[in-house]
């Protein structure tokens, strides 16, 4: 097996590649702990968006108002090759209010489950860091 190595992205590149998914990791804190769940995501304007169902324990973490620190990350990594790529996320969470808005997340961003997601939440970024996972033969080609 060849070596790999680690390499930073831009943040141009991370998002792209983070918009070109739709399945990630939220890691917020639920009684002082954190906590991860799977969710399905949609990029807009840099922000990343959820959605959630109110009695849930993100929704309730992120309901205070106030804004919440969470991150949130994606991947695509061959578990054979070992190749692929990570991004993470770091940002402030808040529930989106405006029905308007809503109401396009809602059409833009179907739940995977078949539970009611009843609210739809917005990740601003204010730290976007990624990096690629390459045989070590192609650092500095590309």
Known sequence: MSRRVLEQMDVADCLELLGGVSL???VYTEKALPAIRPVNHVLDDGAVIIRSHLG???ATAVGSGRGTVVAYEAD???PIEHVGWSVVVTGVAHLVAD??????????LRPWVEIAMDCVIRIEPRLVTGYRLVEAAEVGTG
């Open 56 to 58: 849930g324990a993100l």
């Open 76 to 78: 695509a990594i061959d």
């Open 24 to 26: 990630g990791r939220v």
């Open 99 to 108: 029905s308007r808005e809503v109401a396009r997340y809602e059409r833009l």
